[in-house]
């Protein structure tokens, strides 16, 4: 059959075509392979190197500062209600002292709402749910006030000694800690919680892209080196010359950009792990059990506050408790006594972590003289509670509210605040090692050898496959 | 596998290509972790078949009521199809080991979030924040409040939160009387073998519509009942995404919708904001 030979002879005819059985076109053909792995190389470095620069940027300062000022908002406005229940229970007591520091303290947690609600706001701009979700927080809080104000300004009237309100000012009361507990903690809360989604999201997803492109960025880097060694041999021998220079150079600017280029990628990654695991996994933690503490906290003013709704509030409270620090109780009693000895167990040896919930995940991973700060504080203010709860049911309201809404030591008050203090520097500590990685991430992506790993990358790579065409050049010249 | 990735990079071809298929056998290994829900054709999802208004088994066979519905949306947020979800029945009793054994993915019943159960369970939700209330005989004129049990028979059903509330919690020396189910504990109410029936409003609400004025609710209710949704321990992206979707059913109004669909009868306040999530770290 006539039609045997070409087929035989096609691949050939298409080396032929190609030029492939001559000497300056085995040399464009090989000048053509380089550039094309130089390009590769670009592409796969520049993928890998936006990796990393979109996992810093969303970790580091979209997601994390999110948490941070979402965690924020919810302590403002939950302190808010706190300190509407202690200036009520304080009733027209004011030599105790708590009210006036109570009414600059509902101010001042106002405007940090304020100022947290907008920075949230910016944050979670291009995102329409989260920054309705803001925007409803405000609305609220408007309304917040007025009930709140309502509130306090019938107390003033009933001219009560401390200890629960007259009923009218408990329904006013009522009818503003729903509006806070149920529409305007809520969202912020659960913006805490999204950003916390957020950071995971893109830690698992560039992370892992950033290993891999390490990966491909070698293997890129070595197929370039690869053909630009062949070259050399190639040209070398047809030419009967040691070496040729442009692709000399093109070859050792490659291996420096591949081992530069790895190395910042490695880094990278490192810098996001130590951002994610040593500060925002930390942070993330923290903001939460901040802002149940607070909670519980308000708890426990509304649990001396509203007797008909004693029950609810004491067993929110005992939830709260073990959500922050989960013993094995069947109730607040057996709570306080499991507590005390699994603090006597850690105090002996700080490894004998015998307890759950966040400061269990907070004290096995990150154990140290900040979270022991904490975790004794918390012991000193649920020790004042069950002071404050026996005195309560020994019918002493006015004992007790003294020992809850005081800010001198040795109250309730001050101690709380001590150990939201505790809890404070231990996020400071963590935001800290945050900020530190994230900075450092940055710094790294930004500045090369030679200015801007953004601005390195085309330029390295053209002017690799410039010094190709140049090295190529005078000896295709030759056949001119 | 990540310092045996590192030197690969950096060395000569072939190891990084070694250090390739390290990586790609590694990522196949990871597949057999911990079973998500997420990216499931379909889904077993265990409700109550005895609780009339949040999980009530008909005569056909199937299932209705606001757990089921709210299992059916999030279920189209997670992309599977209402045809590939099977309903599986299970008790206050069997939850925890219906979710540990996998005979099923997700539970949507009446399952309160609590710090024990977390202890076991990773909790999605609360889809909704209920209130714990007690139920009585109509013509019992003692009791006002939960407080008034002490001495009285009180329902316990094996598995519930609720009993524990009462006995442990508030330290209330009620007399506890077994069951398996509030379903056996309204029966047990009617005929006189328990003085009360204590746990959420909403599933009292649904047997004082079925039982008529044999019963009354005290109306005193005394604790938040957080309804999670219940999904194996350490399923993060699972517990991420069915957040998402329980927000969007309150953004919606689909929230809204169904809870005046089961229980805008009833005398409930009902609550259409959307809840403060539990969180699923």
Request: with cysteine; proline share 4%.
């Amino acid at each position: 059959m006539p039609s045997q030979e070409p087929r035989r002879w096609r691949p050939v005819g298409r080396f032929r075509r190609l030029g492939l059985q001559t000497t300056p076109g085995r040399i464009r053909a090989l000048a053509v392979v380089a550039v094309l792995a130089i390009g590769g190389f670009y592409i796969v470095a520049n993928v890998a190197v936006g990796n990393a620069r979109d996992g810093l940027r969303v970790i580091g300062h979209d997601a994390g500062p999110q948490v941070l000022a979402t965690g924020d908002l919810y302590f403002a406005l939950g302190d808010m209600d706190s300190q509407v229940a202690s200036i009520l229970l304080t009733g027209r007591e004011h030599g105790l002292g708590a009210r006036q520091q109570a009414l600059r303290r509902y101010a001042q947690d106002r405007a940090t709402a304020n100022r947290a609600a907008l920075q949230a706001a910016e944050l979670s701009a291009g995102d329409p749910t989260d920054q309705a979700a803001v925007r409803s927080i405000l609305d609220g809080l408007g309304q917040y006030e007025r009930l709140a104000s309502q509130a306090m300004v019938l107390d003033e009237q009933a001219n009560h000694p401390a200890g629960p309100p007259p009923p009218n000012v408990i329904a006013v009361y009522r009818q503003a800690t729903d509006l806070m507990t149920l529409e305007l903690l809520p969202p912020a809360y659960n913006l805490t919680l999204e950003g916390g989604a957020t950071v995971r999201e893109a830690y698992a997803a560039k992370h892992s892209a950033v290993l891999s492109g390490r990966l491909w960025v070698a293997l890129a880097g070595l197929a370039v080196i690869a053909a630009l060694v062949a070259m050399q041999f190639f040209v070398a021998a047809r030419f009967r010359r040691r070496l040729n220079p442009a692709l000399a150079v093109a070859t050792l600017g490659l291996l420096l950009l591949t081992i530069l280029a790895v190395r910042l990628l490695s880094d990278e990654a490192a810098h996001l792990q130590a951002a994610k695991t040593s500060g925002f996994d930390s942070i993330l933690t923290m903001a939460r059990a901040r802002a149940i503490s607070n909670s519980l906290h308000a708890d426990q003013s509304r649990f001396l506050l509203d007797p008909g709704r004693a029950d609810t509030y004491s067993l929110a409270y005992l939830d709260k408790s073990q959500t922050v620090l989960y013993v094995a109780s069947g109730n607040l009693g057996e709570y306080h006594t499991a507590l005390g000895t699994a603090m006597k167990a850690y105090g002996a040896n700080p490894r004998d972590v015998g307890f759950l919930g966040f400061y269990g995940d907070e004290a096995r991973a990150h154990p140290g003289p900040a979270v022991t700060a904490v975790l004794s504080r918390f012991q000193q203010f649920q020790t004042d509670d069950q002071r404050i709860r026996q005195l309560a049911g020994a019918g002493q309201d006015r004992q007790a509210v003294m020992l809850l809404t005081g800010r001198t030591a040795g109250s309730s008050g001050y101690d709380f605040d001590q150990y939201d203090q505790a809890v404070v520097s231990l996020i400071g500590q963590h935001r800290g090692t945050f900020d530190q990685t994230i900075r450092a991430g940055d710094r790294e992506l930004g500045r090369s050898v030679l200015g801007n790993w953004a601005g390195l990358l085309p330029l390295a790579a053209l002017v690799a496959a410039v010094l190709v065409v140049a090295g190529v050049w005078a000896r295709l010249a030759e056949y001119r | 596998m990540k310092r045996g990735r590192a030197k690969a990079g950096g060395r000569a071809g072939a190891a990084a290509v070694a250090a390739l298929a390290l990586g790609l056998s590694m990522a196949a290994c990871s597949a057999t972790g911990p079973a998500s829900i997420m990216g499931q054709q379909t889904l077993r999802i265990g409700v109550k078949a005895d609780q009339p208004g949040l999980g009530l088994r008909l005569p056909d066979g199937g299932f209705a009521g606001f757990d089921v519905d709210v299992a059916r949306y999030v279920a189209a947020k997670l992309g599977v199809h209402p045809d590939h979800i099977t309903f599986v029945p299970v008790t206050s009793a069997t939850r925890e080991t219906a979710l540990e054994n996998g005979s099923v993915d997700m539970v949507f019943a009446t399952y309160s979030i609590t710090p024990q159960r977390e202890t076991k369970v990773t909790f999605g939700g609360p889809y909704y924040v209920a209130h714990q209330d007690t139920m009585v005989r109509a013509g019992d004129t003692a009791i006002h409040s939960v407080h008034d049990l002490k001495g009285k028979r009180l329902c316990a059903v094996t598995g519930s939160n609720s009993w524990k509330r009462v006995t442990q919690q508030l330290n209330i020396a009620a007399i506890l009387a077994p069951a398996a189910s509030y379903s056996s504990c309204v029966a047990m109410l009617t005929d006189g073998r328990t003085d009360a029936v204590s746990t959420d409003d909403l599933i009292l609400a649904g047997f004082a519509a079925r039982a008529g004025p044999a019963v009354r609710i005290v109306n005193a209710p005394f604790s938040y009942e957080r309804y999670g949704i219940g999904i194996r321990k350490g399923d993060l992206s699972g517990c991420e995404a069915v957040n998402k979707a329980v927000s969007q059913m309150y953004l919606d109004g689909t929230a809204a919708a169904l809870l005046q669909k089961w229980f805008g009868k009833t005398r409930l306040q009902l609550d259409t904001h959307v809840p403060q999530f539990e969180g699923c770290g």
